[in-house]
């Protein structure tokens, strides 16, 4: 089957960063001859500019460079402004001429959610095929309100099974790990509940600021950005009761019960940040109330996590880039070793970027010593060959896999926990200042110290 992939807005850093060495992977160890790539921006360029700019933006992402010009011949550049008319014709024109027998069209859209709606009010003159795909980029709008009617107009011109709402996080091979590390193994399934978990740490930090993403990130927020899906997500494959099959719809089903399940925040278990030069950013309000830093506390009330408490953190501009999750477990009750020695809390530590491995922490005796303990741990990392999220997450589109994408009952359920948040007026929780490049905010501690837990990330 000929697949034409076409790319809002084509410009743009997830485009040059990962969408291009994504479709170039493909092409290059799949032979995907009968892949096309029409690229869209509103710029003026023709074909052979655009490749050319194309080329010298992506090439520095490119592991493998021989078959990288031969790929570039795959693309086709397409002028678009996002609410004219006329353009989505001329696109359609473009479509037409590389169509065979059987195409199907995949629209990715790499676009900020304000554009979401223009696009979608002139889609209808693209005139697609019955087996054309859409792809949304998070966030899926602003709030619980703007979700719901953003999904009616979609599902106004899209069947649901056309329409892949993505988290990239769930397609990172440490993310799908989880399952198989949960619910194959009679070590850790048995124990993965309330009864022996202590508590959850969920981690998510970037060491650069928002630098020209200022217009996306101003509008997005670290709870919008980061909390309602990354995170959110993550959370529910950790705590997830078994699906029953090992397909999208059950594991979407297991998904919903744990975001049906979580205690709404307070703002005493929550606390925003902002690093101190965020409002001398360029184009950024002096104003601004935008959060950079999200620390939050939260529980599951299922009968697997009741009365584990959850923690998760994210932020930009700090020390280090890394995300990873956290599984500490209890005590031994009467542990032989503690009158002579500190005993460690087991812990299972999975890291999902820069690296991607899982730590599992124990405690065995110290050499020459019959009594003191030393903790130890037994580091999994895979050394093979793992496809980038979005090779994965292209190919699952490519062959209508939609066990990893996100369903709308998800979202909507995503943006119900955090609505009122997002939504504050009087009641807004305190927006705290911090030092870029430092460890984190002093005061992110008292959140868990309160608790008599300190964070590992």
């Known amino acids: 089957m000929n697949t034409i992939f076409i790319i809002f807005w084509a410009t743009w850093d997830l485009a040059k960063r990962k969408l291009f060495p994504a479709l170039y992977n493909i092409y290059r160890k799949e032979k995907k001859e009968d892949i096309d790539i029409i690229a869209v921006w509103r710029r003026d360029f023709d074909n052979k500019s655009f490749k050319e700019y194309i080329k010298e933006k992506t090439l520095n992402f490119i592991e493998?460079?021989?078959?990288?010009?031969?790929?570039?011949?795959?693309?086709?550049?397409?002028?678009?402004?996002?609410?004219?008319?006329?353009?989505?014709?001329?696109?359609?024109?473009?479509?037409?001429?590389?169509?065979?027998?059987?195409?199907?069209?995949?629209?990715?859209?790499?676009?900020?959610?304000?554009?979401?709606?223009?696009?979608?009010?002139?889609?209808?003159?693209?005139?697609?095929?019955?087996?054309?795909?859409?792809?949304?980029?998070?966030?899926?709008?602003?709030?619980?309100?703007?979700?719901?009617?953003?999904?009616?107009k979609i599902t106004e011109i899209f069947q649901e099974e056309q329409i892949y709402r993505i988290d990239h996080y769930v397609w990172k091979e440490a993310i799908q790990n989880v399952l198989a590390f949960r619910f194959s193994n009679i070590l850790f399934e048995p124990i993965w509940n309330n009864k022996y978990i202590n508590n959850i740490q969920i981690t998510a930090t970037e060491k650069i600021w928002i630098e020209d993403r200022w217009w996306y990130y101003d509008k997005s927020w670290a709870l919008r950005d980061m909390v309602q899906n990354h995170l959110f997500q993550v959370l529910a494959l950790i705590v997830m009761d078994p699906p029953s099959k090992l397909d999208a719809e059950s594991i979407s089903q297991e998904k919903l019960k744990v975001l049906h399940s979580i205690k709404i925040p307070t703002n005493d278990d929550l606390v925003f940040w902002q690093y101190i030069?965020?409002?001398?950013?360029?184009?950024?309000?002096?104003?601004?109330?935008?959060?950079?830093?999200?620390?939050?506390?939260?529980?599951?009330?299922?009968?697997?996590?009741?009365?584990?408490?959850?923690?998760?953190?994210?932020?930009?501009?700090?020390?280090?880039?890394?995300?990873?999750?956290?599984?500490?477990?209890?005590?031994?009750?009467?542990?032989?070793f503690k009158k002579f020695w500190n005993i460690e809390k087991n812990r299972i530590i999975i890291e999902v970027q820069p690296d991607e491995s899982i730590d599992i922490h124990f405690n065995i005796k110290e050499n020459w010593n019959s009594k003191e303990v030393q903790e130890v741990k037994s580091k999994f990392k895979k050394e093979l060959y793992s496809k980038e999220a979005y090779e994965k997450l292209i190919e699952d589109v490519i062959i209508w896999d939609k066990t990893l994408f996100t369903t709308f009952d998800i979202l909507k359920e995503s943006w119900t926990i955090v609505n009122d948040l997002v939504n504050c007026k009087d009641n807004c929780p305190i927006l705290y200042k911090y030092e870029p490049w430092t460890k984190w905010p002093e005061i992110a501690n008292n959140l868990i110290e309160d608790d008599n837990k300190k964070w590992y990330v």
């Open 64 to 152: 493998h460079k021989k078959h990288f010009d031969d790929f570039l011949e795959k693309i086709k550049y397409s002028k678009v402004e996002i609410g004219n008319n006329y353009d989505y014709i001329n696109l359609k024109d473009k479509i037409k001429q590389l169509s065979k027998e059987n195409t199907q069209v995949i629209i990715y859209l790499s676009i900020s959610p304000d554009n979401f709606i223009p696009f979608i009010d002139n889609s209808k003159n693209l005139d697609l095929p019955k087996n054309s795909k859409i792809i949304f980029e998070k966030p899926f709008w602003k709030d619980l309100e703007t979700a719901i009617f953003l999904n009616k």
């Open 277 to 336: 030069w965020y409002t001398d950013e360029k184009w950024v309000e002096k104003n601004s109330k935008t959060e950079t830093f999200v620390a939050m506390k939260i529980e599951v009330s299922n009968w697997r996590c009741i009365w584990i408490p959850i923690y998760l953190k994210t932020w930009k501009n700090l020390d280090k880039k890394q995300t990873k999750i956290v599984i500490e477990f209890n005590e031994i009750p009467n542990i032989l």
